[in-house]
């Protein structure tokens, strides 16, 4: 069983560092003291607590807190020991450089790799297995995806975006009949509509059975 806990690492001193830790006990017992990636100093010479701050039941609600809590002290409060937001780690443009190199020469993953990694993720391989959400931590993860927490809000895609995106992840076959009788069947309903002076919200909506026909087209 896996424990996924946040915890703030108290120094006598009024100095604070947040973190997050998965593990394979009780969060009470970890014996883990943070990995920080400045002032390592102060583990070595000042007397510190470990406090417990909150247990989940998943790493992502985990990782959720703790950029909440970083986010809300670092760079605000100097007491704040942190220097990345919630293990998000920026790497400069030589790094990144690096990583794209090593990832071309690597290559693609072979269809045998993909299928060791499948497998090494079914049934007890997968660190979810047995378990599943709380009401609570369902409506949490809702919660964060909901109205301006969703980093799609207020983002409207017009008909030409959303074909294009239908096209690149394979798309389907759709059938219109003309008002002569003739079926036609395409996949681009935006181009559709342009080549025979059709408005694309009126296509879309005979579609998806919103209205019967629309300037005589009609589903077969």
Partial sequence: ??????????FVDG????GCRQSKVKPAEDVYWGSPKTHKEKWNTTHYEKIILNVFDNRSLMKEEEHTLISNSMGIDEKCLNCNNGGIVYFDEEVRRKISEA????????????????EKMKGEGNHFYGKSHTEEALERIRLHSV???????GVVMDYELKEKISIARGGREVSLVSPKGEVFTFINQSEFARNHNLSAKGVSAVLLRRQKSHRGWRLP
């Fill in 1 to 10: 069983m896996n424990y996924y806990y946040t915890y703030k690492i108290q």
């Fill in 15 to 18: 100095f604070y560092y947040y």
């Fill in 103 to 118: 990832n071309r020469r690597r290559g693609p993953r072979s269809e045998e790799s993909k299928r060791r990694m499948s």
């Fill in 147 to 153: 109205g301006e927490n969703n980093p799609r809000f």
